[in-house]
């Protein structure tokens, strides 16, 4: 069998590319196309060991904008190819419209999705997000790609395009998808900006919008590989300007915007209790979360005329408060380890309803698919709101808090999980406890009366991530001094930023 220019049997990945999550690194630095390559072989290694006639499987592959996604999707298809399972590209979609592809084929034809995309990282970083069997492909499974052998077999026949991405044209099938979802509320007013930031979502938008109800603007609708708009990260500063003066320009109700590959939803919100003029305010994800349950809840009492509680899944950074009010409207709130790939798999063993992330990924099972979608939880929110729905009045049952935002602490990568579980020990092993509740399923998570605050590792940067709520601004600064303190001693450099971290009202 002729190898192709990418096939090297002793490629080995560079160990930092391999996170909890995906695959991801700097584009020709650690990451390169013999990485793309050697993925596709070892995922095709491991089905071979499963199934000994793959004719019938396939691997989807999309890939987002950026300049080096096209080169390490061809090379993904050509290492699919040339060891025996066919591949169907099809080519520049958000990660959800591949999700949305391998649910709607996955028994048909494929059994792994591999979408090509840097996310929210800078243009200069990529990797991969896998889905294998309809499960996410993630954690120790990721890590194990290191240690499997390329074993490419001469008897292997190069698969022959059987399947034609022509057939199955994903980008209409997905819109379609978007306008059933707008139509279930018929009528109604809405003005809506959306904001592309040149990333995958730009591909879908300008489709997409024209024919929704209401009125619905665009920003940075093309594709930019190089994101000269704005980041693909809409949570970085200042990376929402031109939005924010958007909303108030347009006199719009809200403003919406997207992470580079569209599984990330920011919501934005004319602020109407704000004394300045021209103001705007940024939900967080679990405000947004709990919006969703609340409108969930609602349907479920209005169809059925009885209280069923749905499961709402809510990540490890998830405000008490918000975990508080789900319970209080109906609902079944678990809290649950943070990352898209450990909530997919909870929602599978679960059977949740709902999930969400502060982060804002937001995850729909009760008429959609279990995975992040922030393109179709964008249009069933502006649904809900030409139904009437009230996003201030469902946020104004909470209570007033003084909190940070979600701050990323740089540490050493190799430092970064001793310090949090030297953390975690140091409290589990307090002799007398003060009155607080503590969890450990995901970093330390710690919960007073009116107050708490969570320190975790981050999977996907050299970086501990700090969120950290309280009854008022001296009670906060007093708990940010703790964590100061509990950083320092763990050998964290950069401890003492936290005592000067910013807080700021939750409502």
């Not at 080995?12 to 596709?40: C, K, Q, V």
């Not at 072989?41 to 060991?49: F, G, P, R, S, V």
């Not at 024209?210 to 980041?231: M, N």
């Not at 309280?470 to 708990?479: L, R, V, Y």
Request: hydrophobic share 35%; charged share 25%.
């Amino acid at each position: 069998m002729k190898k192709s220019k990418f096939f090297n049997v002793k490629h080995n990945f560079n160990h930092t590319i391999l996170r909890e999550y995906d695959i991801r690194g700097t584009w020709l630095e650690n990451l390169n196309e013999n990485d793309a390559y050697s993925l596709a072989e070892k995922l095709t290694t491991i089905l071979h060991k499963k199934i000994s006639d793959t004719s019938n499987y396939c691997a989807l592959v999309a890939r987002d904008g950026r300049s080096s996604s096209s080169a390490l999707s061809k090379a993904l298809m050509v290492g699919f190819r040339e060891n025996g399972l066919d591949a169907i590209d099809l080519g520049l979609l958000p990660t959800p419209a591949l999700y949305f592809a391998e649910r709607k084929y996955n028994k048909k034809i494929s059994h792994y999705a591999v979408m090509v995309t840097g996310s929210h990282n800078p243009h200069n970083q990529n990797g991969f997000k896998i889905i294998a069997q309809g499960k996410p492909f993630f954690g120790k499974n990721i890590q194990k790609l290191a240690n499997i052998k390329n074993s490419i077999k001469n008897n292997i026949k190069t698969q022959k395009k059987i399947y034609s991405p022509k057939s199955y044209n994903i980008k209409s099938a997905y819109i379609k998808r978007m306008l059933e979802e707008d139509k279930r509320i018929i009528g109604g007013q809405i003005n809506a900006i959306w904001d592309a930031g040149g990333g995958a979502s730009a591909e879908i938008l300008p489709s997409l919008l024209p024919k929704l109800q209401g009125k619905h603007q665009l920003l940075f609708g093309k594709i930019d590989p190089y994101f000269k708009d704005r980041p693909p990260d809409p949570a970085m500063p200042n990376a929402l300007k031109v939005l924010q003066n958007e909303i108030v320009k347009q006199k719009a109700s809200i403003a919406l915007a997207f992470d580079g590959d569209a599984d990330r939803l920011l919501v934005m919100l004319p602020d109407k209790s704000s004394k300045e003029k021209n103001n705007s305010k940024l939900l967080k994800g679990d405000q947004l979360l709990l919006i969703f349950a609340e409108d969930l809840i609602q349907q479920i009492k209005t169809k059925n005329n009885k209280i069923q509680k749905p499961t709402i899944l809510c990540d490890i950074k998830t405000s008490p408060d918000i975990i508080h009010r789900i319970k209080q409207i109906g609902g079944n709130p678990i809290l649950v380890p943070t990352g898209h790939a450990n909530i997919k798999h909870q929602i599978i063993k679960k059977n949740a309803d709902i999930a969400g992330e502060v982060s804002g990924h937001i995850f729909f099972n009760d008429r959609y698919f279990g995975y992040d979608d922030a393109i179709y939880a964008a249009v069933r929110l502006c649904a809900m709101l030409r139904n009437n729905f009230s996003i201030e009045k469902s946020l104004a049952a909470l209570p007033k808090r003084i909190a940070t935002e979600e701050l990323r602490i740089q540490v050493e990568e190799e430092k970064k999980f001793n310090i949090v579980n030297s953390i975690q020990k140091k409290l589990q092993e307090e002799k007398t406890k003060p009155k607080y509740k503590l969890s450990t399923i995901d970093g330390v998570r710690v919960e007073y009366k009116n107050a708490w605050w969570l320190l975790r590792a981050s999977n996907t940067e050299a970086a501990i991530v700090l969120r950290a709520e309280a009854e008022n601004s001296d009670s906060g600064k007093k708990i940010l001094g703790l964590i100061a303190d509990m950083l320092h001693n763990a050998g964290c450099k950069n401890a003492k930023l936290v005592k000067n971290a910013k807080l700021t009202s939750t409502n």
